[in-house]
């Protein structure tokens, strides 16, 4: 709930003493939903987004950009027609039927703007202001913000920190190599691989690996757990299983990748040495867990109200790069 006195009309509060009402940090699913309830209850509202538009992960790298691009996959190959088409091509179309990347994640791309389009007119039509750039907390009430046309400063009654997450690689593993991505990247390949390596077995590379097992691409799922999805009903996994493993995915479970090395080619690609054997693959995707986005958000005395506590707020000193989700009663 928002505190703040009485607004008469939009935009005058009655000895307010700061800018906004509100401001949400990150204009995702949580920002962009509570800066349009605030703004509909009279209050100041803005929302600072340093990406190139609003909508935050599950628009530009989330849940929008995974699903559609399932859909454009069971689009082309024919699953979305029944079983009986599907079921004749079992294992996978053929290199010869099978899209490519460009007419894959074309509609991706197109989805992914009118999305953001949409947002951006709800945010606008409803008097929240939109700050490009980087926010950073310099008290309790203040915000410096660092956008492209320089900097601005903010005071605000009450602050939202809805900054998402992001892949959150091993430390242990090499970055930069250019077969090997993680989830946020997957959408920006060129060309479809002949071969995958998914490292990883939770939702998200069990997802991507069904669906590029359907597009033809040779699929190895590697995990250091016995099963997957360890919180479904075994009866299910076990089914999913077999359905994968008759798209030809190759699960490796039970085994960890000790490193990852990069072959020039031709053709190029990213050799995954197992704690077994060793694989090639052109392409290595690692569905990293995610971390929380919170890096450059220094907080100081930010005022944070923890959901499950009771007694009102709590104050919190944190410093730089530290995540206020490592606090226990920050959700």
């Not at 949580?30 to 803005?46: D, F, W």
Request: glycine fraction near 10%; charge should be positive.
């Amino acid at each position: 709930m928002i505190s703040g006195q009485v607004t008469t009309t939009r935009g005058s509060v009655k000895g307010a003493s700061h800018e906004f009402d509100l401001i949400c940090i990150g204009s995702g699913p949580a920002g962009q939903r509570a800066a349009v309830q605030a703004a509909k209850l009279r209050k100041r509202v803005a929302i600072v987004e340093r990406g190139l538009d609003v909508g935050g992960v599950c628009v530009h790298t989330g849940t929008i950009p995974s699903k559609t691009f399932r859909e454009a996959v069971l689009s082309f190959t024919g699953h979305s027609k029944g079983a009986a088409y599907a079921s004749s091509h079992e294992g996978g179309i053929g290199q010869d039927d099978r899209p490519t990347a460009d007419q894959l994640l074309s509609r991706v791309g197109a989805i992914v703007k009118t999305e953001a389009r949409v947002q951006q007119d709800q945010l606008r039509r409803n008097n929240v202001d939109i700050v490009a750039g980087t926010a950073s907390m310099t008290g309790p009430n203040g915000i410096l913000v660092h956008g492209p046309s320089g900097n601005r400063e903010m005071t605000t009654e009450n602050v939202i920190i809805a900054v998402g997450t992001k892949p959150s690689p091993n430390v242990n593993m090499p970055t930069g190599l250019p077969n090997v991505i993680t989830s946020d990247e997957i959408l920006k390949l060129k060309e479809l691989p002949r071969s995958m390596i998914v490292v990883g077995c939770g939702v998200i590379g069990v997802e991507y690996a069904s669906m590029f097992a359907a597009l033809g691409v040779k699929v190895t799922v590697v995990d250091g757990r016995e099963r997957p999805l360890e919180f479904l009903d075994g009866e299910i996994v076990d089914e999913l299983i077999h359905q994968m493993r008759r798209n030809m995915v190759t699960f490796r479970l039970g085994e960890s990748v000790e490193r990852i090395d990069h072959h020039e080619g031709p053709p190029e690609q990213a050799l995954v040495f197992r704690n077994l054997a060793n694989d090639w693959s052109p392409i290595w995707f690692w569905p990293a867990p995610a971390g929380s986005a919170l890096q450059t958000i220094w907080t100081w005395n930010a005022r944070v109200s923890p959901p499950t506590f009771g007694g009102g707020s709590r104050w919190v000193r944190t410093f730089a790069r530290r995540s206020p989700t490592s606090l226990p009663w920050v959700t």
